[in-house]
């Protein structure tokens, strides 16, 4: 299958920093990919979606502002927590998809804000 | 929005048995696909069935989609089989979004 690589796969930040994520995909094309949050023991949540070259579509309830997304090419989207708090601190995960196929997730970033 | 759930939420089993986790979706559906979550957290797509029935190996699926549910089997499990198995479908009006059911936790016992 296809391979979406995620970096990095963990990061601890200090409280008010920000923290950027990158999602590429490696072997494909990616029209859209997405970006979900999974708490522990909890399932994945959608939180935007981001398609290349336009704006971010946010789910609701997702700050946009804090949430800064950026989908600059075909094979690369970053996830930018904006002056990250404790309550930040999630796993975040990527997928990305060619097209009306398949989705492919990255390996998740696991964020511990201090 | 499109709503998922599965069952059962929790599966304890001994190895060498077979089981049957189940997803029911509440409209139809452009994608559903079977992801296997690891203890570091990467999902493992294991199928991409909107429909219809696929084997890989000791795992199998089945999707119908006119009455909105979809399985999946496994047999003969292996202690390596344990993690959380997710249920995931993107609605016809979805937008290539896929929403997640709350995952089945499977435990196999050696």
């Known amino acids: 299958g296809a391979v979406v690589s995620q970096h990095p796969s963990w990061v601890i930040c200090k409280s008010g920093t920000s923290v950027k994520i990158e999602c590429r995909s490696l072997?494909?094309?990616?029209?859209?990919m997405f970006w979900y949050r999974q708490f522990p023991k909890q399932s994945l949540m959608l939180m935007a979606t981001s398609n290349e070259g336009s704006k971010a579509t946010y789910e609701q309830g997702v700050e946009k502002d804090k949430f800064l997304i950026n989908h600059a090419s075909l094979t690369l989207s970053t996830l930018t927590v904006t002056s990250a708090h404790p309550e930040d601190s999630s796993f975040y995960i990527c997928?990305?998809?060619?097209?009306?196929?398949?989705?492919?997730f990255g390996q998740g970033t696991r964020l511990t804000v201090v | 929005g499109i709503q998922v759930e599965q069952s059962p939420p929790d599966l304890i089993l001994q190895e060498g048995a077979n089981s049957t986790l189940r997803c029911n979706f509440s409209?139809?559906?452009?994608?559903l696909q079977w992801f296997h979550q690891n203890p570091w957290g990467q999902l493992i797509n294991l199928f991409y069935i909107p429909s219809g029935t696929k084997q890989n190996g000791r795992l199998s699926a089945t999707t119908v989609a006119t009455e909105r549910y979809s399985l999946l089997y496994i047999s003969s499990s292996q202690t390596t089989d344990s993690g959380v198995y997710f249920c995931?479908?993107?609605?016809?009006?979805?937008?290539?979004?896929?929403?997640f059911g709350q995952g089945t936790r499977l435990t196999i016992n050696p």
């Open positions: 997928s990305a998809r060619d097209g009306f196929t398949e989705a492919f």
């Open positions: 995931a479908v993107e609605g016809i009006q979805g937008a290539q979004k896929l929403v």
């Open positions: 072997d494909f094309q990616a029209t859209t």
């Open positions: 409209d139809s559906v452009n994608n």
